[in-house]
């Protein structure tokens, strides 16, 4: 038995992943506990803030595996969620997984890099843009773009709340134009508040109309869909 040293927030599913390159595809989403991000408009914080610690479970690979088969009982993808998992040991749960046919897909802003990226089926980098209030070290983006190699389909989701952000997205799909990118709007409204879907459709708009505009036609612009389905609710 491994050690109980993955931090866990809440494992849920199956339901479907809404958002970046697999949006639609059905996955149980592993969501780990603690980030080393503190963006402004974060609407996990119950995954990133320390405050939260005491709802966080220590969990070894198999007790985390054990619950996700209990979910899923025939192979699907998992996604790995946070937080930022990439502050995790994942690496025996995802190797675990592969050993029973089940495929991972992890999330993080690239600020921290692991040689298991590498072991992954499907790696979405999503650096914060300036809205976030937070800095890109592009040294060790770069970095976990060559830990995970050729292993997963990788890709760029970036969150778009206004110009500035939009001029971030814009120039780091130059500097990666060989990866996707997947623009998404932001959502102003964070948990425990309702959604206000009637915003969140104006600003998509206002990101389709400016792609379109700019034509930008290498660029995939989508909602998150869990969101404009369920709002807020955690576990869905």
């Given at each position: 038995?491994?050690?109980?040293?993955i931090?866990?927030?809440e494992i849920?599913?199956?339901?479907?992943?809404g958002?970046?390159?697999?949006?639609?595809?059905?996955?149980?989403?592993?969501?780990t506990g603690g980030?080393?991000?503190?963006?402004?408009?974060?609407?996990?914080?119950?995954?990133?803030?320390?405050?939260?610690?005491?709802?966080?479970?220590?969990?070894?690979?198999e007790?985390?595996?054990?619950?996700?088969?209990?979910?899923?009982?025939?192979?699907?993808m998992?996604t790995?969620?946070?937080?930022?998992?990439a502050?995790?040991?994942?690496?025996?749960?995802?190797?675990l997984?592969?050993?029973?046919?089940?495929?991972?897909?992890?999330?993080t802003?690239?600020?921290?890099?692991?040689d298991?990226?590498?072991n992954?089926?499907v790696?979405?980098?999503?650096p914060?843009?300036?809205s976030?209030?937070?800095k890109?070290?592009?040294?060790?983006?770069?970095?976990?773009l060559?830990?995970?190699g050729?292993?997963?389909?990788?890709?760029?989701?970036?969150i778009?709340?206004?110009?500035?952000?939009?001029?971030?997205?814009?120039?780091?799909?130059e500097?990666?134009s060989?990866?996707?990118?997947?623009?998404?709007?932001?959502?102003?409204t964070?948990?425990p508040?309702?959604?206000?879907?009637?915003?969140?459709?104006?600003?998509?708009?206002?990101?389709?109309?400016?792609?379109?505009s700019?034509q930008?036609?290498?660029?995939?612009?989508?909602?998150?869909?869990?969101v404009?389905?369920?709002?807020?609710e955690?576990?869905?």
């Amino acid at each position: 038995m491994s050690e109980k040293n993955i931090r866990i927030s809440e494992i849920f599913g199956p339901t479907i992943q809404g958002e970046g390159a697999v949006i639609g595809q059905p996955t149980v989403f592993v969501r780990t506990g603690g980030c080393d991000y503190r963006c402004t408009w974060c609407d996990t914080l119950y995954a990133v803030d320390s405050e939260y610690r005491h709802q966080w479970q220590a969990m070894s690979a198999e007790e985390i595996f054990g619950r996700v088969q209990e979910l899923a009982k025939k192979p699907l993808m998992v996604t790995l969620s946070g937080g930022n998992p990439a502050i995790q040991p994942l690496s025996p749960l995802i190797t675990l997984g592969k050993k029973h046919g089940y495929r991972f897909a992890l999330e993080t802003q690239g600020s921290v890099a692991q040689d298991w990226f590498s072991n992954l089926d499907v790696l979405t980098l999503s650096p914060k843009p300036p809205s976030s209030g937070m800095k890109t070290d592009w040294d060790v983006f770069n970095d976990c773009l060559k830990t995970a190699g050729e292993g997963p389909k990788t890709s760029l989701k970036i969150i778009i709340f206004d110009e500035n952000d939009y001029a971030y997205a814009k120039e780091a799909a130059e500097k990666y134009s060989h990866l996707p990118i997947y623009l998404q709007p932001g959502n102003h409204t964070t948990p425990p508040q309702n959604i206000d879907k009637d915003a969140l459709n104006e600003r998509m708009q206002w990101l389709i109309e400016k792609v379109n505009s700019d034509q930008w036609f290498e660029a995939s612009v989508l909602p998150q869909l869990h969101v404009m389905l369920w709002g807020n609710e955690r576990g869905v």
